[in-house]
């Protein structure tokens, strides 16, 4: 009895890391962007403890694999797609794009679409075992909902024009598939030597958060991209 129950441990945190994406989901669709971000990251705190549950407790399977997909890309990839979705449908448009304005917003399901891609490269790819190649998909989510919910008057502003917000989506998607190495935090050991990267990113993360509250968690991302980009050239 104890064997079935631990082994659907893991897949009942992935179901709870889909309810808070879809509950994240309706929040970005509502513009409640800060309610949005919070449940992104409970959805990647569930994402966090299905992988570790699954490694403790030994209970693989190929349904929790295609479940754990599945729910990324509700939380990771349609969620943040909505939020910008919504901050597209708020944004003021020049007069020479008003017909624009009526189909623009829709490019922001490039995150979902992309976000897919580079869910279904992961399952297949074996160089992704201990590091990443492309940007995660919960760090792309987190990004684009603390960029909204941080920075959200100014973007909405007469200053920040929606081709630029198109551009960064572009950027975004290509990142996600790209064949940049990424590290990961998934930690073996404890050792400062193994884990040096991990750990000095994980201490900038945290001064960013205390320091930039909502706009951290952009922050730490992008930090993120040009710590690897830089590692990756130097090996």
């Known amino acids: 009895m104890s064997n079935r129950i631990t082994r659907r441990v893991p897949n009942a945190l992935t179901?709870?890391?889909?309810?808070?994406?879809?509950?994240a989901s309706v929040m970005a669709f509502e513009a409640r962007y800060e309610m949005a971000l919070l449940?992104?990251?409970?959805s990647a705190l569930f994402d966090f403890l299905d992988g570790l549950a699954a490694r403790v407790l030994h209970a693989y399977s190929d349904i929790g694999k295609d479940l754990d997909s599945l729910a990324d890309d509700v939380s990771f990839g349609v969620a943040p797609s909505l939020v910008v979705f919504s901050l597209f449908k708020e944004m003021r448009y020049p007069g020479y794009m008003e017909t624009a304005a009526a189909w623009l917003p829709y490019l922001a399901f490039l995150i979902a679409v992309f976000s897919a891609l580079r869910?279904?490269?992961f399952n297949n790819d074996t160089r992704q075992a201990t590091s990443f190649i492309g940007l995660p998909?919960?760090?792309?989510?987190?990004f684009w909902a603390s960029l909204v919910a941080g920075f959200h008057?100014?973007?909405v502003g007469p200053g920040f024009h929606?081709?630029?917000?198109l551009a960064?989506?572009?950027?975004?998607?290509?990142?996600?598939v790209s064949e940049i190495?990424?590290?990961?935090?998934?930690?073996?050991?404890?050792?400062?030597?193994?884990?040096?990267?991990?750990?000095?990113?994980?201490?900038?993360?945290?001064?960013?958060?205390?320091?930039?509250h909502l706009k951290g968690f952009a922050a730490a991302i992008v930090c993120y991209i040009l710590i690897s980009v830089i590692t990756c050239r130097r090996k």
């Open 15 to 23: 179901c709870l890391n889909l309810f808070s994406g879809c509950v």
């Open 39 to 42: 449940f992104i990251v409970v």
């Open 119 to 121: 869910l279904a490269k």
């Open 137 to 142: 998909v919960p760090a792309n989510a987190l």
């Open 153 to 155: 008057p100014a973007l």
């Open 162 to 165: 929606p081709l630029f917000l």
């Open 168 to 176: 960064l989506v572009c950027l975004f998607s290509w990142l996600l």
């Open 181 to 212: 190495p990424m590290f990961s935090l998934k930690f073996k050991n404890l050792s400062w030597r193994d884990n040096k990267i991990s750990f000095c990113f994980l201490l900038l993360s945290l001064c960013l958060l205390a320091v930039l």
